[in-house]
């Protein structure tokens, strides 16, 4: 168990250590422990929030080299551990130079230092390539990308609204927007034309992107209509990057309803391929889109906690700097922040190193998956690439025990695609950045060992 | 201008800054500007909760030495000016000396890393004087106290939901508990006895102690049950101490109606008088009963945005450790604390020099109370004092008039008793540790200037 990456250590072994199973957990277990007041329903529900499927992997034994040879490796969770001796390095660099001055120690502006929101400004511009530069006061730097998202949609919508956004999707939306914040998912119903095996149908990034009469049919459906379209891009889980002209038009489309569109950049500074085109421009001065981004997988820093909303729309920021109150990023932190983006040479050297690294594994991955006849999708950006598996779908098995038998058999923790609302069983996404050097080639070993065993092939396992 | 206290200034220039009046923000205002979609009502009511004293005074122009020495002094910002020079040297010295590993740029435990908990329950267990040492798995550690008791009360309560707490008390609840989590307060209705002029009538604290009938029937008031009996102590705004047979009273009361007690002990370690007893002790094993802490006002780092929860009750840790995945505390961040919490050589030192600095700020403030002919709450702890400015009131002048007559004819910005829930006009909050040394003296030369200047002594302005 060397894992850094806790997320699924914390749901086993901390969020719920105290109880059997938390699942069960329900006001009439109350009755037979008196001295208990109640609780809310919320706050039950919020584990009912928590990904079902890491549950599942709940008994695991991980990877290490040492202790565990033959343990799990875990690719699912999407940090990028390829930059990791650059961003340490960097941040030791500049936290030995900083100086905490008196005004650091007190309250700060809710929506973050001005020095911060500086280099942010100047990072995004970079790497989301805008006409001219971010102004630092359309930013709301907070703690992490889903704080400063829930506030966004706290200021875009009120409790019980829907949002509209194509499946498959980031499995943690719903965690993010619907725990607090109160909103459904309401995912497009578009069949995916992904087993029309036509040449190369499933590499053809095309077949992914949203299509207006899918929306359209989705934002029909039901009583209430959707308040915001929100989309990720690059696309998580797809990876894909979506041109100009396709977004322009979702853009053209969703605010013509009367919609905001919300697009989560994340993976802005991780683009592998060609053709990345970011709606951080059209943010600076259309006030119905807004972008949202943070250091999380760029820089691979989600223990920094460092989220960031570009908006131009007042109405949506003056009540965005207010919430984030309740979410605010330390002075410390937005004083290193504000040392390590501002330090455009480092900055340049680093994206490229990142972009090469992560390009190198994205090649690795690839070659491997054509190795072992896994049909996969060609994207260019994100750290993850989506796979086709349900060859390997057992007679009348379901994802879920695929998924089972991936972890139990061939030692890969990937993200099933149910959990991203995808409709068809069968497909998962392999997080190809989520572990070192050497784990990375016993990863792609294992996947090696994935040929051969698709079912119906006579050569069963 | 030189306040580093910002909220003010964030408030008149930053949150509301593109707006010209952000309350006559609404729907309509869009028919005129037909491009933008609609944000939602709980976004414009955000605007609503902003405390209307501050937006009251948003054209006051602060002191500053030397372009502006008459201007007004902000003492209604509950920060400690006094250890700032002790904190400034302890962060530097603790942050040449850290060194940032490699695992603490992925994400963490969302409650907190476990160093940075150890060592916050330490501290807890010594300000709070615990019978044993807290346990760092009852901590939950969030981005200050606001985000710790806004999930905690997530966790206890569902929309809708009443909380209890005596008034007056601290303004910003309204907005903590208020605006995401969408609770309401309801105040105790208790006519308090300050009026009676019976010797010392004011100065006695117990005067103030809640009493069990009041809250009865607070509690029966209306159709619904409140589900948390919410307290300050050292208490906000009144800095009085309420004695252990006082708080055993409250909790048995509370928690035999099926209430939770949440005890926010945010003063803990500002005790000037005597007799401050915690809530913490009992928290760490009744699970009815939670103690809320952070470092904004004991260490003044209210910059540093840490806060902790204190519960023993597993069915609350839970949720709140998922749910503060939405308000964590960057890794360096909880590095600095667990460095400078851990240090308990100089931890002891530095409770005993800031108790000190804060007493000798009270005996002084308290001193020229007494020349200027200032009734005040004599008290125990917190950073603040109690002062009754009835007198002061003129014929027919409501307390918003004496407010902005204490900001431009004297110069002093104090917390006005109605933003507090104060039912009767003329209380205000004096924040003595607010300014450095300098500004403290003009401070209390301003408050010698309001000798004579009660109306109906025949000497009015």
Known sequence: MKFPSLPLRSLATHYLRPLSNPLQTNVASFTTRTTLCAV????????????????????????????????????????????????????NDVQRNSVFTPDMIYYQNTYGMKGCRESMAGFMSTIMDTPSKVDPEQLVIGAGCNAVLENLFMALCDPGDEILLPSPYYATFSFDLG???????????????????EGDALTRASTYY???????????????????????????????????????GLVEWAVGKGMHVV???IYAGSIHGEGFYSLA???????????????????????????????????????????????????TTQQLVEGML??????????????????????????????????????????????????WLGGGEGEKDLYLRLIREHGLLMTPGES??????GFFRLVFTAVGNAEFEIVLERLRGLRGMKKGEGEGR
């Not at 299509?211 to 894909?240: F, M």
Request: hydrophobic share 35%; charged share 30%; with cysteine.
């Open 40 to 91: 809310s329903a919320r706050g039950e529900n919020v584990l009912n929030l928590l990904p079902q499927y890491l549950l599942d992997a709940g008994g695991v034994e991980f990877y290490d080299a040492k202790t565990s040879p033959d343990g799990c490796l875990q690719v699912s969770i999407a940090e990028n551990h390829c930059v990791a001796p650059f961003i340490v390095d960097k941040v």
């Open 281 to 331: 421009g059209e943010a600076t001065r259309n006030p119905n889109v807004h972008v949202v981004y943070a250091l999380s997988k760029d820089l691979g820093a989600s223990g920094l906690r460092v989220g960031a909303l570009l908006s131009s729309n007042e109405d949506v920021l003056a009540p965005v700097r207010k919430l984030n109150d309740l979410c605010q990023v330390s002075s």
């Open 263 to 265: 697009s989560d950049e």
């Open 179 to 197: 725990c607090r914040a109160g909103l459904k998912l309401r995912e497009t119903e578009r069949e995916w034309k992904v087993d029309e095996k």
């Open 420 to 425: 991203m609302d995808m409709r068809e069983d």
């Open 342 to 391: 501002g330090d455009k040479e480092w900055i340049a050297g680093f994206l490229k190193t990142n972009m090469g690294l992560v390009r190198r594994r994205y090649e690795r991955v690839v070659e491997v998956c054509k190795e072992a006849g896994i049909d996969y999708l060609e994207c260019d950006g994100g750290l993850f690439l989506w796979l086709d598996l349900r060859p």
């Open 210 to 248: 949203p299509q207006i009469e899918d929306l359209e049919s989705a934002y029909q459906r039901g009583e209430k209509r959707p308040k915001v379209l929100l989309l990720t891009n690059p696309h998580n889980p797809l990876g894909i990057c979506m041109p100009k002209e396709v977004l322009d």
